[in-house]
């Protein structure tokens, strides 16, 4: 079990007191800087140095996903966390520390000023036991050793870490029915993006909302298990879709409709407007 008290304390304060406990090295950066540096946090990978790096939203406007998931050259894609609230804010951070080890290298935590600045009742958790998957054997017969050394930092971070919790899912109650719609959010969004659900429940509307834990590599598979038997898809996101773009590539067949804007806050408003105008029929 964690060392943290059932307090009221902000997820900035849950997520630095679980790194202070962890032992692990912590670098601080923001969305603007991080792309800066990544070239260093890059050599740390390729040197196996374990390391979590946390980049504060500061302020921006619209989060650009997109520059996260391609810091690194040739493809190589992170592995970015994002907690939606205080708790998650020290369960990912003790994830972090866990996983950087196990890579080893730098694992990265997306905290947002909303939920860094959210104060909750963060009590104890259960230690999930987190254990890499060997990825799929390389075949360098014809790659030189810088291309086979990317490809298979790649192949690493791609594959997903067992006993990591991608994605939280709160299902519609089963009174309504069967679902047919699914919100999924990350993040600050999450809490308008659970509002929304909410309302369109109370309205009689079939809803499941998936949070989601881990931005990048795209948690296909948690996805795709959620999407079965699901007709419509609302991607809550402080962007311009660039997210729900991801969605629509690995289900093509799938209607996704980004609830979100080019600046500021999404709004509960916003995503439940989007529920509503969503087609109720096949």
């Given amino acids: 079990?964690?060392?943290?008290?059932?307090?009221?304390?902000?997820?900035?304060?849950?997520?630095?007191?679980?790194?202070?406990?962890?032992?692990?090295?912590?670098?601080?950066?923001?969305?603007?800087?991080?792309?800066?540096?990544?070239?260093?946090?890059?050599?740390?990978?390729?040197?196996?140095?374990?390391?979590?790096?946390?980049?504060?939203?500061?302020?921006?406007?619209?989060?650009?996903?997109?520059?996260?998931?391609?810091?690194?050259?040739?493809?190589?894609?992170?592995?970015?966390?994002?907690?939606?609230?205080?708790?998650?804010?020290?369960?990912?951070a003790q994830i972090a520390a866990t996983a950087a080890r196990l890579i080893p290298g730098p694992v990265f935590i997306l905290l947002e000023d909303p939920v860094a600045d959210a104060e909750a009742i963060v009590g104890d958790f259960a230690e999930p036991e987190l254990a890499l998957i060997d990825p799929p054997p390389l075949d360098a017969a014809q790659m030189d050793e810088e291309e086979a050394e990317l490809q298979m930092l790649s192949a690493r971070l791609a594959t997903p870490i067992r006993g990591l919790k991608a994605a939280a899912l709160d299902p519609c109650p089963s009174e309504l029915g069967k679902p047919e719609w699914l919100v999924i959010s990350?993040?600050?969004?999450?809490?308008?993006?659970?509002?929304?659900?909410?309302?369109?429940?109370?309205?009689?509307?079939?809803?499941?909302?998936?949070?989601?834990?881990?931005?990048?590599?795209?948690?296909?598979?948690?996805i795709?298990?959620?999407?079965?038997?699901?007709?419509?898809?609302?991607?809550?996101?402080?962007?311009?879709?660039?997210?729900?773009?991801?969605i629509r590539r690995i289900a093509p067949e799938m209607p996704v409709v980004p609830a979100g804007r080019a600046t500021g806050a999404v709004t509960s408003a916003e995503i439940l407007r989007r529920l509503q105008t969503t087609p109720r029929c096949c």
């Avoid at 989060?63 to 050259?73: A, E, G, T």
């Avoid at 600050?188 to 929304?196: F, I, K, N, V, Y």
């Avoid at 809550?236 to 773009?245: D, F, K, P, S």
């Fill in 186 to 222: 990350f993040g600050e969004t999450s809490q308008p993006a659970a509002e929304a659900v909410r309302l369109a429940r109370a309205d009689g509307q079939r809803v499941n909302h998936l949070r989601l834990r881990q931005l990048w590599p795209l948690p296909e598979a948690d």
């Fill in 224 to 246: 795709l298990r959620h999407l079965m038997g699901i007709k419509h898809v609302v991607m809550a996101e402080r962007n311009l879709g660039q997210y729900a773009l991801e």
């Fill in 1 to 92: 079990m964690s060392a943290i008290e059932p307090i009221i304390i902000t997820g900035r304060d849950a997520l630095e007191g679980m790194l202070g406990e962890s032992g692990v090295h912590v670098a601080r950066t923001n969305t603007t800087d991080v792309r800066q540096r990544a070239p260093k946090f890059f050599q740390q990978l390729k040197a196996g140095e374990p390391n979590v790096v946390v980049i504060d939203s500061d302020g921006v406007a619209s989060l650009d996903v997109m520059s996260l998931r391609w810091m690194f050259p040739a493809g190589v894609t992170p592995l970015v966390l994002v907690p939606s609230n205080p708790q998650e804010c020290a369960e990912l």
